[in-house]
T-cell receptor, first 115, second 111 residues
Framework: GAVVSQHPSWVICKSGTSVKIECRSL??????MFWYRQFPKQSLMLMAT?????????EQGVEKDKFLINHASLTLSTLTVTSAHPEDSSFYIC???????????FGSGTQLSVL | DQQVKQNSPSLSVQEGRISILNCDYT??????FLWYKKYPAEGPTFLIS?????DKNEDGRFTVFLNKSAKHLSLHIVPSQPGDSAVYFC??????????FGKGITLSVRP
């Protein structure tokens, strides 16, 4: 099946620093990528929809200036958590679609811990 | 407002028995439902789906049942195997909409 690679798997950073997470579709062109965050024992909450070559669409309550999304090519989307704070500590996960909304292919996730 | 609800956080089943994972939804516009399976430190992987025009879809040991009037779906795994131990997410979508996920349920299959 299709493979989505997400990097890094985990990151620990100091408060106030920025962290970039990459999501790559390895064997298909992803016109749309999605970014989620998951708190412990909670569901995957969609943060934003990233479309190649255009601005991301953010869900209500998600600060677009804090969570910068870039989808510059059909195989790569990045999420940058700017000026991270401890409350940003969470599990971030991306998924990619090859055209349909269903059967999304997920990356392995990034556990972010902000000290 | 949680539109997709998986009210049981965990389920423990003996190997060889049936596992039944439940999911309820509130949005009547949802017309496509999926189950994803997630192992620790890995991303979710697609397991099985069902469209609202059906009430059952079977794939090997996995069967999903949909009861539209009750806004309820369930995933049956039979026979359950220890390798099925994972977190299972129910997800729902309507036409051209994003997937909405439940909180997930942790299934443990005891050898």
């Amino acid at each position: 099946g299709a493979v989505v690679s997400q990097h890094p798997s985990w990151v620990i950073c100091k408060s106030g620093t920025s962290v970039k997470i990459e999501c790559r579709s390895l064997d298909f062109q992803a016109t749309t990528m999605f970014w989620y965050r998951q708190f412990p024992k909670q569901s995957l909450m969609l943060m934003a929809t990233s479309n190649e070559g255009s601005k991301a669409t953010y869900e209500q309550g998600v600060e677009k200036d804090k969570f910068l999304i870039n989808h510059a090519s059909l195989t790569l989307s990045t999420l940058t958590v700017t000026s991270a704070h401890p409350e940003d500590s969470s599990f971030y996960i991306c998924s990619a679609s090859d055209g349909g909304n269903e059967k999304l292919f997920f990356g392995s996730g990034t556990q972010l811990s902000v000290l | 407002d949680q539109q997709v609800k998986q009210n049981s956080p965990s389920l423990s089943v003996q190997e060889g028995r049936i596992s039944i994972l439940n999911c309820d939804y509130t949005n009547s516009m949802f017309d496509y439902f999926l189950w994803y399976k997630k192992y620790p430190a890995e991303g979710p992987t697609f397991l099985i789906s069902i469209s609202s025009i059906k009430d059952k879809n079977e794939d090997g040991r996995f069967t999903v049942f949909l009861n539209k009037s009750a806004k309820h779906l369930s995933l049956h795994i039979v026979p359950s195997q220890p390798g099925d131990s994972a977190v299972y997410f129910c997800a729902a979508a309507s036409a051209n909409s994003k997937l909405t996920f439940g909180k997930g349920i942790t299934l443990s299959v005891r050898p």
